[in-house]
């Protein structure tokens, strides 16, 4: 069965500062990962995906995320980090049990 | 128009009590889901249904019972509360019927809390 670590539980940034949140996953064959965002309060919002192709993924509010397979990770990366961009993030992967397997998440603090 | 709706969004009762949580989505979605985040925020499935059929069927107490009227709707209704359920239940759901490139959205979430 696939399992997803998200090393850091909380990570705080400056305002403008960039961001690198790291996901790394198990699974055997060709994973599909997700990344998710929980802001307080709210369900989780879709950022981006990986299912195939060009390792590199954009998503939503300026997010990107890069696939290594080599290194099995799916980390998250936003080149300026604005304050709204405070919330948990939780990275997923799906395996061939087509269950969605998320991380512990990554709660992430801005200060100003 | 919210694409993935709960009700209630907030749930207050007594241990021992039923209670049923509603789920409605508008995407016209084949699939739907429910997850529990504990307290720790770790999400775990529970449920799944495609076209009111389930599919998944995770290892949660049989007081746990999903009910999809239509494939737009799936409710979840819980017997006998325990303390241990206190948690917040999200719905969600995915335009086929789950497979490995199918993408879940996810509605608000409900928190659950017994006392």
């Known amino acids: 069965a696939q399992s997803v670590t998200q090393p850091d539980i909380h990570i705080t940034v400056s305002e403008g500062a960039s961001l690198e949140l790291r996901c790394n996953y198990s699974?055997?064959?060709?994973?599909?990962l997700f990344w998710y965002v929980q802001s307080p309060g709210q369900g989780l919002q879709l950022l981006l995906k990986y299912f195939s192709g060009d390792t590199l993924v954009q998503g939503i509010k300026g997010f990107e995320a890069e696939f290594k397979r080599s290194q099995s990770s799916f980390n998250l990366r936003k080149p300026s980090v604005h304050w709204s961009d405070a919330a948990e993030y939780f990275c997923?992967?799906?395996?061939?049990?087509?269950?969605?397997?998320f991380g512990k998440g990554t709660l992430l603090t801005v200060n100003p | 128009d919210t694409a993935v709706s709960q009700t209630p969004k907030y749930l207050v009762t007594q241990m021992g009590n039923d209670k049923s949580i509603k789920c409605e989505q508008n995407l016209g979605h084949d699939t739907m889901y429910w997850y529990k985040q504990d307290s720790k925020k770790f999400l775990k499935i529970m449920f799944s249904y495609n076209n009111k059929e389930l599919i998944i069927n995770e290892t949660v107490p049989n007081r746990f019972s999903p009910k999809s009227p239509d494939k737009a709707h799936l409710n979840l209704h819980i017997n006998s509360l325990e303390l241990g359920d206190s948690a917040v239940y999200f719905c969600a759901s995915s335009p086929l019927a789950g497979g490995l490139t199918d993408t879940q959205y996810f509605g608000p979430g409900t928190r659950l809390t017994v006392l």
């Open positions: 997923a992967v799906k395996g061939s049990n087509y269950k969605l397997t």
């Open positions: 699974y055997g064959a060709t994973p599909y």
